[in-house]
């Protein structure tokens, strides 16, 4: 099942409230109005689709900040077309409260949300493929159709319903569907097919169930491995963009502040999370391409020469060009190479204007000029902040997006009464200690 990702009880808000108490009572009425479908005397068979459905879930992929997907589709879908939507509502609901409740101990928020639409999208599924199909037996080839229209149904609505309660706290449902199908898309799809193989053979003896633990973990290893792969890029970007840092005294853990600064701009403007996370690997290995930069030109503190002015308008493209090299650093690598745009079109190294520069480029680009300004340089010494929000305002409209830069500004002035609240509340108890 696509599931939200588990980290922790978010705060309380009435839309979400309502929208899970919403999905729930969907569930809870598919299943009372469709007890009579439950196929009498498969008790056992019940007991044995949720031993599988529990046993599945430890085989979660994990996607990112996207939630995680796990075979427990495939066990759910193959109980909607073999015995009903009554039956596969409680597998759904059976196999979320033991794994999620009983043994992950989740918060029963999640559990509630969980059960309530997982069953709710395999009943649907079972209530169209019943509706299509002729009773009997299920026929993979003659029931082809049903079972394909079953499945559409099932993935959509499944994925559809996690959608909305993660865009509800993160307000972007197009952006955020998108990039769950972008993640997991091929491993969510794949469940359906393997599910109608399942209960197809099931149908024959319940001892074909053994085989398909050994399909699902050979998928499981599989998209494992692409998720692994995904943790492991950004972990070896990062560590190149640090070597970077570490030559240069001045800007050591320059790029660790402008991703600190790019996350909490990209949060200001309400990007979802998975946006936010790019943008912020992005940011830590914005200046990757200066690892190919001689340390005469990055130490220089003088005025450079042509050549050594085109060798660093070349870092943008040369850190693109080198995050290119990994399969998975697409977007991430198209905010590197245009960092260094301006909003006027005057930039480099491709000359983009306006919101031709994709956003994640944009938001590095104030990050990484307010941090620039506010550090020491071999050229020169730190800006204040306070001098430094005030050139990027002069710049808003020419070098930077205005209302990135009226977005940062805001963001720079809340950290600072955040600041000066807490010093003042530690002074006053400094006081009452003495």
């Not at 007991?47 to 459905?53: D, E």
């Not at 197809?200 to 399909?215: D, E």
């Not at 930039?347 to 956003?359: E, F, H, Q, V």
Request: proline share 4%; with cysteine.
């Amino acid at each position: 099942m696509t599931r939200p990702p588990d980290n922790g009880p978010a705060p309380v808000a009435w839309a979400l409230v309502a929208y899970v108490a919403a999905v729930t009572t969907a569930a809870a009425v598919l299943l009372a109005a469709t007890w009579r479908t439950f196929p009498r005397g498969h008790w056992i068979d019940l007991l044995i689709f949720l031993a599988a459905a529990v046993a599945s879930e430890h085989w979660a992929v994990e996607s990112s900040l996207e939630g995680s997907t796990s075979p427990s589709l495939t066990v759910g879908f193959a109980a909607a077309i073999l015995y009903g939507p009554c039956f596969a509502g409680l597998v759904a609901v059976g196999g979320v409260v033991i794994n999620d409740l009983v043994i992950s101990r989740r918060h029963w928020t999640r559990v509630v949300f969980n059960a309530g639409q997982l069953a709710l999208s395999a009943g649907l599924g079972a209530l169209v493929y019943r509706r299509l199909c002729a009773p009997g037996p299920v026929n993979l080839g003659s029931d082809g159709i049903a079972i394909l229209v079953a499945a559409v149904v099932f993935l959509f609505v499944n994925d559809a319903l996690v959608t909305v309660v993660i865009s509800l706290a993160e307000r972007s449902l197009p952006r955020r569907w998108s990039a769950s199908l972008r993640d997991m898309g091929v491993l969510y799809v794949s469940m359906a097919p393997l599910g109608a193989l399942l209960a197809y053979a099931y149908q024959g003896s319940r001892w074909s169930i053994l085989y398909f633990p050994f399909l699902i973990y050979v998928i499981y290893k599989g998209f494992k491995l692409y998720a692994d792969v995904r943790v492991e890029t950004d972990h070896a970007l990062t560590v190149l963009a640090d070597t970077v840092d570490k030559r240069d005294g001045y800007t050591y853990q320059h790029s660790l502040r402008v991703a600190r600064y790019a996350e909490e701009l990209a949060a200001a403007i309400d990007l979802p999370r998975s946006e936010i996370s790019v943008v912020v690997s992005a940011a830590r290995v914005h200046d990757l391409g200066k690892i190919a930069t001689a340390d005469r030109i990055l130490y220089k503190s003088g005025s450079l020469t042509t050549e050594e002015r085109a060798a660093i308008v070349a870092h943008p493209a040369d850190g693109s060009d080198l995050a290119g090299q990994f399969s998975m650093y697409t977007k991430g690598r198209e905010y590197i190479r245009h960092h260094h745009e301006r909003w006027d079109g005057s930039g480099y190294p491709d000359g983009l204007a306006g919101a031709r520069i994709p956003l994640g480029a944009r938001i590095i680009g104030v990050a990484d000029a307010y941090d620039a300004m506010t550090s020491d340089r071999p050229y020169r010494a730190a800006l204040s902040p306070e001098i430094a929000l005030a050139e990027l305002r002069e710049a808003a409209g020419s070098q930077f997006d205005p209302e990135l830069v009226a977005a940062f500004i805001a963001t720079r002035e809340t950290t600072a009464v955040a600041a000066g609240s807490l010093l003042r509340a530690k002074g006053i108890e400094a006081a009452d200690a003495t």
